[in-house]
């Protein structure tokens, strides 16, 4: 199992930026990369970007892409995405998940960092 945990959350402001960390601990060596999630109030969970532990190889959601950035700290077991020109609209529950496989389930999952916008 992975153990998985958001930091970096809280209240900021339109157009604001904000960073967000997810550390990884116990079984890293079986995971295949760390997607990012989020799940605004009354609406399904959307996986918003991923990146792989090795090469780095990393998708964005359109909708963010340009002003979000997924990135990794191998060393410190770490992913981190950066958030610039936060808008109301990106307000939501901000979760990490690792997966094993490329292309398969993720299956650990940290408790979630909450981000509210205020416009």
């Known amino acids: 199992q992975v153990h998985l945990v958001e930091s970096g959350g809280g209240l900021v402001q339109a157009g604001d930026s904000l960073r967000l960390s997810c550390a990884a601990s116990?079984?890293?060596?079986?995971?295949?990369?760390i997607g990012w999630f989020r799940q605004a109030p009354g609406k399904e969970r959307e996986n918003i970007a991923v990146i792989s532990w090795i090469g780095g190889a990393t998708w964005v959601l359109g909708s963010v892409k340009g002003r979000f950035t997924i990135s990794k700290d191998n060393a410190a077991n770490t992913v981190y995405l950066q958030m610039n020109d936060l808008q109301s609209e990106d307000t939501a529950v901000y979760y990490c998940?690792?997966?094993?496989?490329?292309?398969?389930?993720?299956?650990?999952w940290g408790q979630g960092t909450q981000l509210p916008v205020s416009s």
């Open positions: 116990g079984r890293t060596g079986s995971s295949y990369g």
């Open positions: 998940a690792s997966k094993d496989i490329k292309d398969g389930p993720y299956q650990d």
